[in-house]
């Protein structure tokens, strides 16, 4: 019998938000091995335009993922962001900011052992209504559940209820209502409310809000959605890997960076992480992040965290956390595209 889903968030444990960022994989004792779920989480994902079209030479959808395919299938549940309709027939167009993938990228998604998919962004609807539509549908087929534009997943990973918000404050702006009454949703049938924002300014380590695009603040939406019962807050977007912080006892992750991405123009765009996150019952108890560097626009491979590229992102990711502590102030982008992810 399954267990009858939490009333209330459970606070978490102690996390220092600055000792996450070692890259090495937490230790649990006194915890039962058994009783730990493993939720992991990717950054962007666009197999399209530039991607797409280098996949589409190589003919193997599968190839994306294949460095890091052992990674995404280790968690109990894996959680990705996809940022492009998936169809039938998509144009082969390595150029502009309508995106469109084909439909075999699901096969290749669910065989890494991704189970939840979010839509919620500013590009799923590229396609419109009956695009996103036809994408929900293929996930779907493939045995993934997906979540945004008011769909609430649920999953039980061996008797714990995780459930997934996703919402987009790209091109749109935060409605606190619906918000409350998604993440409501989610509590009432779950142990473990996960809630995904697509949010913020783009190229920036320092979370923040960018006019006309993006007008709300992640920090303000993040500890919102925590007040609102979320147990823990995953936000994407800005393409560039960010910090993270304790609120009320629970973590808000403000960027992964890119995971699948054409964007070559900078290092620090065809950078990302890999978020893993150990639960013991609804507790977080344990965070590790993976760095990864995007190969040939196409597929992301893990690097090694304690030296070269791979410490250099995550030491981004440890000053970014340190800014929002206030131990140091921002340190923002420059003028040109070269400077994305200072």
Same mark, same amino acid.
């Given at each position: 019998?399954?267990?009858?889903?939490?009333?209330?968030?459970?606070?978490?444990?102690?996390?220092?938000?600055?000792?996450?960022?070692?890259?090495?994989?937490?230790?649990?004792?006194?915890?039962?091995?058994?009783?730990?779920?493993?939720?992991?989480?990717?950054?962007?994902?666009?197999?399209?335009?530039?991607?797409?079209?280098?996949?589409?030479?190589?003919?193997?959808?599968?190839?994306?993922?294949?460095?890091?395919?052992?990674?995404?299938?280790?968690?109990?549940?894996?959680? =990705?962001?996809?940022?492009?309709?998936?169809?039938?027939?998509?144009?082969?167009?390595?150029?502009?900011?309508?995106?469109?993938?084909?439909?075999?990228?699901?096969?290749? /998604?669910?065989?890494? *052992?991704?189970?939840?998919?979010?839509?919620?962004?500013?590009?799923?609807?590229?396609?419109?209504?009956?695009?996103?539509?036809?994408?929900?549908?293929?996930?779907?087929?493939?045995?993934?559940?997906?979540?945004?534009?008011?769909?609430?997943?649920?999953?039980?990973?061996?008797?714990?209820?995780?459930?997934?918000? *996703?919402?987009?404050?790209?091109?749109?702006? /935060?409605?606190?209502?619906?918000?409350?009454?998604?993440?409501?949703?989610?509590?009432?049938?779950?142990?473990?409310?996960?809630?995904?924002?697509? !949010?913020?300014?783009?190229?920036?380590?320092?979370?923040?809000?960018?006019? *006309?695009?993006?007008?709300?603040?992640?920090?303000?939406?993040?500890?919102?959605?925590?007040?609102?019962?979320?147990?823990?807050?995953?936000?994407?977007?800005?393409?560039?890997?960010?910090?993270?912080?304790?609120?009320?006892?629970?973590?808000?992750?403000?960027?992964?960076?890119?995971?699948?991405?054409?964007?070559? !123009?900078?290092?620090?765009?065809?950078?990302?992480?890999?978020?893993?996150?150990?639960?013991?019952?609804?507790?977080?108890?344990?965070?590790?992040? =993976?760095?990864?560097?995007?190969?040939?626009?196409?597929?992301?491979?893990?690097?090694?965290?304690?030296?070269?590229?791979?410490?250099?992102?995550?030491?981004?990711?440890?000053?970014?956390?340190?800014?929002?502590?206030?131990?140091?102030?921002?340190?923002?982008?420059?003028?040109?595209?070269?400077?994305?992810?200072?």
């Amino acid at each position: 019998m399954l267990p009858t889903p939490s009333a209330t968030p459970k606070p978490l444990p102690d996390v220092d938000p600055l000792a996450l960022y070692s890259g090495a994989a937490p230790s649990f004792p006194g915890v039962d091995p058994a009783k730990l779920r493993l939720m992991v989480v990717t950054g962007d994902m666009i197999p399209a335009r530039e991607a797409g079209h280098l996949i589409r030479i190589r003919g193997d959808w599968n190839y994306p993922l294949a460095a890091t395919k052992d990674i995404l299938s280790s968690g109990d549940v894996t959680f =990705v962001n996809l940022e492009s309709p998936l169809l039938p027939s998509c144009p082969d167009i390595v150029t502009g900011f309508t995106f469109c993938a084909d439909a075999r990228f699901a096969a290749a /998604l669910q065989g890494a *052992g991704v189970d939840v998919v979010n839509v919620a962004n500013n590009h799923s609807t590229n396609q419109g209504q009956s695009g996103l539509d036809q994408t929900v549908a293929v996930l779907q087929s493939h045995a993934m559940q997906v979540t945004g534009f008011s769909r609430v997943a649920v999953l039980d990973v061996r008797g714990l209820r995780f459930a997934f918000v *996703g919402m987009n404050l790209v091109g749109s702006k /935060l409605d606190p209502a619906a918000l409350h009454d998604l993440i409501g949703r989610a509590r009432a049938q779950a142990d473990v409310v996960v809630v995904q924002f697509h !949010w913020g300014r783009e190229y920036e380590t320092y979370p923040q809000s960018a006019a *006309g695009i993006a007008p709300d603040d992640p920090k303000q939406a993040g500890r919102l959605a925590v007040d609102d019962g979320a147990d823990i807050v995953i936000g994407n977007h800005p393409h560039c890997v960010q910090g993270s912080e304790m609120y009320n006892g629970h973590l808000i992750t403000y960027a992964h960076g890119n995971f699948i991405f054409d964007q070559n !123009w900078s290092t620090g765009t065809q950078e990302g992480v890999i978020g893993k996150y150990w639960f013991d019952g609804a507790r977080l108890v344990g965070v590790q992040y =993976v760095p990864v560097r995007i190969d040939g626009d196409v597929q992301p491979r893990p690097l090694d965290p304690a030296a070269g590229e791979g410490r250099a992102i995550l030491d981004r990711m440890l000053r970014s956390s340190r800014e929002l502590l206030g131990m140091s102030k921002p340190l923002l982008d420059g003028p040109g595209i070269n400077d994305a992810c200072p």
